[in-house]
């Protein structure tokens, strides 16, 4: 089996202040830190046990993840199985970055996001430039608020011409046109996280070959819909794979709307759909534009 699976365990801690989340510098007692790595270890395990199936792993923590030791660990262990296809991880970049010289180049990569104000900017941009020198595939984001557009030209100016930039859309704002235009300048791809994608009755990969799990191991079609498929650990949720339509109205995040089989972006993200980094016929790295289908 072929089987993407998003993993959000307990952690719901991060060390920045991010106006616009909700669990900024929200603290983990140490006994949720504790059950967190339990469950964490316990994915884990169940991963590395997998040999006859190809996975393809993306952490998805609320919190910041790579902040604590069995993040950082799992990842470096995890990279190095052969059935293990990509594992890859949500994080703000804040962690060092000499344990990355314990993974596997060629198949762990990072999703990384740049917060304007939570981190000096020369640190951040230092630490893309060593994930560079290291050979970790990784992208890097922002929020597309007006506050950091400044930044965010300034990143796409002084990050390396291979690596993607990419704007998610403001949760709950409405661009206009002309702003719309400023963000899909520093990235083509903007025009998808503009808008909510209509979703209701469309077929899509989760559920069949794409599941979200919890660190109770409980197995849902992804993180946006409620309904339990069965458990990860008894192997109750395999006799539930099959395709499925999308029971929500709409669909307004990149980790949900990314596995809709009418968009066209797993072959825009052909062989980095986790770590959301474009093939390498994308604009920014010199090839042709896709195709941007309205949401």
């Known amino acids: 089996m072929d089987l993407t699976l998003l993993y959000r365990g307990p952690l719901a801690s991060c060390d920045y202040d991010c106006p616009y989340c909700p669990f900024a510098k929200r603290r983990d007692s140490t006994a949720q830190l504790r059950s967190d790595r339990a469950a964490l270890e316990r994915f884990a395990h169940w991963a590395a046990a997998q040999a006859d199936d190809r996975l393809s792993l993306l952490f998805t923590p609320w919190g910041e993840g790579l902040v604590r030791s069995w993040y950082r660990r799992t990842l470096a262990e995890l990279s190095h199985l052969p059935h293990i296809r990509r594992v890859a991880i949500q994080t703000n970049l804040s962690c060092r970055t000499d344990w990355l010289a314990e993974a596997d180049p060629d198949t762990l990569a990072l999703w990384c996001t740049y ?60 661009y206009t046109d002309a702003e719309a235009d400023l963000w899909t300048a520093l990235d083509p791809l903007f025009p998808y996280s503009r ?19 919890d660190g109770e191991g409980t197995v849902r079609r992804c993180h946006f819909v409620r309904a339990e498929l069965g458990n990860l650990y008894d192997g109750s949720y395999r006799a539930a794979l099959r395709p499925r339509p999308c029971p929500l109205a709409v669909c307004d995040c990149h980790i949900g709307y990314v596995h809709l089989e009418t968009l066209p972006l797993y072959d825009v993200f052909a062989g980095g759909v986790l770590e959301r980094i474009p093939a390498p016929a994308h604009p920014q790295t010199g090839g042709p534009l896709p195709v941007i289908l309205p949401g």
């Open 115 to 174: 917060h304007p104000g939570q981190t000096p900017y020369d640190r951040f941009l230092a630490k893309c430039r060593d994930l560079t020198d290291r050979g970790i595939r990784f992208s890097v984001g922002i929020v597309g608020l007006a506050e950091h557009l400044e930044a965010a030209r300034r990143l796409r100016a002084d990050l390396p011409a291979h690596v993607y930039l990419w704007i998610n859309a403001a949760e709950g704002h409405t």
């Open 195 to 213: 808008r909510p994608h209509t979703s209701a009755g469309l077929p899509c990969r989760t559920g069949e070959s794409v599941i979200s799990v």
